[in-house]
Each structure stands twice: as C-alpha cells, then as structure tokens.
C-alpha cells in the first residue's frame, strides 16, 4: 500500500505543478527553456505513473465496502459518457467540447468516480478518490485561469465532430469493455 500511496503523491505532484505552484514551474522554464522544462515534467510524469500502477496492482486487497449489484453495469454506462468526452476532448470543438468546457477533465472525473461505486476495495477508493479529487481541482484551477484570461476556451468549429467523438467514442469504450480492460487490468467490467 504504501508504494500505492507514494504513486499517488508523486502523480499529483507532477501533475499539479501549474495549480499549486507556479512560480516553480515558471522558474524551471527559464533554467532549462519550455522544451526543456516539458521533457523533465514528462519524465517525471512517466516514472510517477509507473510507480503508481506498479502500487496499485501490488496493493493487498483491503475490502472497506462491497458495491451493490449492477453498479459494474452503471460503471460501464459512465464508462461510455467518459470516452466519448474523452474523444471530443482530442477533436476540433464540436458541441460536447464547448458545453463542457474541458471535455478531457470531465473524462476523468466521470471515470475516477464511475469506478468508485463499482470498486469498495481500500486501493481503489485511495486510487480512483485520488484522480477524481485531481480532476476537480484541474476544473477549479481552469475555472480560476479562464476567468483572470489565462486560459482560452476553444471556438466551435462544427457538430461534425460531435458525431465523430460519439462514433469513435463508442469504439473505443467498446474495445476497452469487451476486451482491453480484461487483457490490461486483469478484470472483465462484465463478467460471463
């Protein structure tokens, strides 16, 4: 637990830089440039990453609640909303991107929290809690910097590339249901 635990420190601290400080970010910027500065982040991003996968799948099974029926089933229906989120967040902005605003971070809060109520084990409640706590303050701190316009909002382009996310979105949630999941993380979200 406690390499789960140092994982999900080191990931919010490499990737809370800009929120929680950012007079060192900037200051890192100009010792070793913008490149310069994205690869040392990017490293460091990786080996928290790493790190953080390596405590979770490591973590003695601690069950602190045990999920009702049918919330792998919710799960999965949140699953879909996320990936097609997730989708149009990479796209040219259609209408999922300019209604909700950062369509990525939702993404990720949709999927922190849709695996909270299907997972009541200890790893995963300090896991998923984690990434949707992070995910919340992403939203705040984009809320924050939009408002004092340090941060633009893209332009709608075309409801073209809603259907494409949807599309799309839908083909990889499946691909990920009926086969990545179980292949990757070792569970099947909708077991036979």
């Known amino acids: ?3 789960l635990i140092l994982g999900i420190i080191l990931f919010l601290a490499t990737h809370l830089i800009r929120v929680v400080a950012p007079g060192f970010r900037l200051s890192m910027i100009e010792r070793f440039g913008l490149m310069g500065w994205r690869v040392i982040n990017s490293v460091l991003s990786l080996v928290s990453l790493v790190v953080l996968i390596w405590g979770y799948a490591t973590a003695p099974v601690v069950n602190v609640w045990f ?3 049918g919330m792998n089933h919710l799960t999965i229906t949140l699953m879909l909303i996320a990936t097609i989120c997730l989708v149009a967040g990479f796209l040219p902005a259609g209408h999922i991107a300019t209604k909700t605003k950062h369509p990525i971070v939702l993404a990720i809060k949709i999927w922190a929290a849709a695996h909270l109520i299907a997972n009541g084990d200890l790893a995963s409640i300090l896991l998923f809690g984690a990434l949707l706590a992070w995910g919340v ?6 809320k924050r910097r939009l408002r004092a316009g340090d ?3 893209r332009p709608f382009v075309s409801a073209r590339f809603d259907a494409i996310a949807v599309v799309l979105g839908l083909v990889v949630w499946a691909l990920i249901t009926f ?3 179980e292949l990757l993380i070792g569970v099947a979200p ?3």
């Open 1 to 3: 637990m406690t390499l």
């Open 67 to 69: 999920p009702p029926m």
């Open 137 to 142: 303050v992403l939203r705040i701190s984009y």
């Open 151 to 153: 941060l633009v909002l």
């Open 179 to 181: 086969k990545l999941h």
């Open 190 to 192: 909708l077991p036979m």
